[in-house]
């Protein structure tokens, strides 16, 4: 078996990209204007919970684009960098509508 090159170095952040399952999401349909500035979030993932503090205003996008295309039809991503406690800090979370495939030519 041939051995691996090791190298060892530091990192000033560990950046995460999580993709969420929507469905607490949609269950909202929509988030009323006078709703706090700020969302807590929550996330359980392998026996570990995360948490993330997210603006409304990206919520209630994420929310909108989710109502208007369907939760088959999109994907939530969320990213910030994460916290030796289990934080995900600089959170930003935005719906992305999946691109269909081209349909083959033949």
């Given amino acids: 078996m041939e051995k691996a090159l090791k190298i060892a170095t530091t990192a000033r952040k560990?950046?995460?990209?999580?993709?969420?399952?929507?469905?607490?999401?949609?269950?909202?349909?929509t988030i009323p204007d006078n709703a706090p500035a700020r969302t807590?979030?929550?996330i359980a993932i392998d026996g570990r919970t995360v948490?993330?503090?997210l603006a409304t205003r990206?919520?209630?996008k994420a929310v909108k684009t989710l109502t208007d295309n369907g939760s088959d039809n999109v994907v939530l991503i969320l990213q910030?960098?994460?916290t030796p406690?289990?934080?995900?800090?600089?959170?930003?979370?935005?719906?992305?509508?999946?691109?269909?495939a081209p349909a083959a030519a033949g």
């Fill in 40 to 42: 807590d979030l929550t």
């Fill in 51 to 53: 948490t993330a503090d």
């Fill in 80 to 82: 910030g960098v994460l």
């Fill in 14 to 29: 560990l950046k995460v990209t999580a993709i969420v399952d929507a469905t607490p999401f949609v269950a909202l349909r």
């Fill in 85 to 100: 406690s289990n934080r995900i800090e600089e959170a930003g979370i935005v719906a992305q509508v999946k691109v269909q």
């Fill in 58 to 60: 990206s919520v209630r």
